[in-house]
């Protein structure tokens, strides 16, 4: 019976790997450093050798050890490949199966955003969920989508990739991805940034913003909660992408729970309530009580659905 598995969470610039129980408990945390150069050659390696060092360490064995999830910044296929990892400076590379070799282990790879979502479901603001839509809106927009506990991967490992539906075919900027027009222009921080940026080029509202030398999301949320007219429009103009984008999403999901989360959720519940309003607006009858709530795992998010992809397998 297995009693421990570990949880990994692969970032450009650092790892974050966990011991667990199965029950879920967290044993210990620890990060190294990604090591990126040489195409990433030792990511892996050194992976590994944290985990067996940890298990020599807390005296574990592997016949009581279910294995190693780990999440990974690109698409994974549903043979353990990841396509690419530009941030790791990967090209294709079959994650699960040289992992397996290096540590004697099952490991189970998935894409991060969607282990971020699956850990949220398991024991953060989803728990209790079979049913789940998460859009991590930070730099970019990341998502995962889980039906009946499964993670929505898809043929190339890029279902969930909520970010990159286009929602505004007007649009003449390039999103980083090469389309124009998608989600992530606009409910991203450097999306809602750049919504600030236009406003206040087109508007001749008064507003504390105009203060700032660069507006911030945060600038941005901070003043529509202190009520500058400014600042709403700019919040209403994000919400409206957003709660729209996710109205589509549940027609083809039919979540219980809609999770937000990344560095522009520490907005609150004012983020919450501005995206539910314009969602309802848009959301088919059957999906339109569909609750909305904030993530609460932090950077512990993909640990913890790393735990779970294995503990799943």
């Known amino acids: ?124 603001g989803g728990k209790g969920a079979k049913n789940l839509i998460m859009a991590t809106l930070g730099t970019g927009v990341g998502g995962g989508i889980i039906v009946n506990e499964k993670i929505i991967t898809g043929a190339h490992g890029a279902g969930g990739e909520i970010g990159h539906a286009v929602i505004n075919p007007k649009e003449e900027r390039a999103c980083n991805c090469g389309n124009k027009g998608c989600l992530e222009q606009y409910a991203s921080a450097t999306g809602i940034a750049s919504l600030a940026r236009k406003a206040l080029e087109t508007s001749g509202k008064d507003s504390v913003l105009r203060q700032k030398d660069s507006v911030t999301a945060k600038d941005v949320f901070d003043a529509y909660k202190e009520q500058d007219s400014l600042a709403a429009d700019i919040v209403e103009e994000f919400a409206e992408y957003l709660g729209r984008a996710l109205a589509v999403f549940a027609c083809v999901a039919d979540p219980d729970v809609i999770v937000l989360g990344g560095g522009v959720s520490k907005a609150g519940q004012v983020l919450v309530d501005c995206v539910e309003a314009c969602y309802r607006k848009y959301a088919f009858s059957a999906c339109k009580d569909t609750q909305i709530k904030l993530a609460t795992l932090g950077n512990d998010a993909g640990i913890c659905g790393a735990a779970k992809l294995i503990l799943s397998k």
Not at 22 to 42: L, V
Not at 51 to 68: C, N, R, W
Not at 94 to 111: Q, S, T
């Open 1 to 124: 019976m297995s009693k421990y598995c570990f949880g990994i969470d692969v970032g450009g610039t650092s790892i974050k790997c966990a011991l667990f129980l199965t029950d879920g408990t967290i044993e210990e945390k620890w990060e190294i450093p990604t090591r990126t150069e040489d195409q990433g050659i030792n990511i892996l390696p050194d992976i590994a050798a944290g985990i067996l060092k940890k298990m020599k360490e807390k005296g574990i064995p592997k016949e009581e050890t279910a294995g190693v999830g780990i999440g990974l910044p690109g698409p994974i296929e549903e043979n353990g490949e990841i396509a690419c990892a530009v941030n790791l400076h990967w090209g294709r590379k079959n994650v699960e199966k040289e992992l397996e070799e290096l540590v004697g282990m099952p490991v189970k790879a998935g894409n991060d955003a969607n282990v971020a979502a699956l850990g949220e479901m398991w024991k953060g």
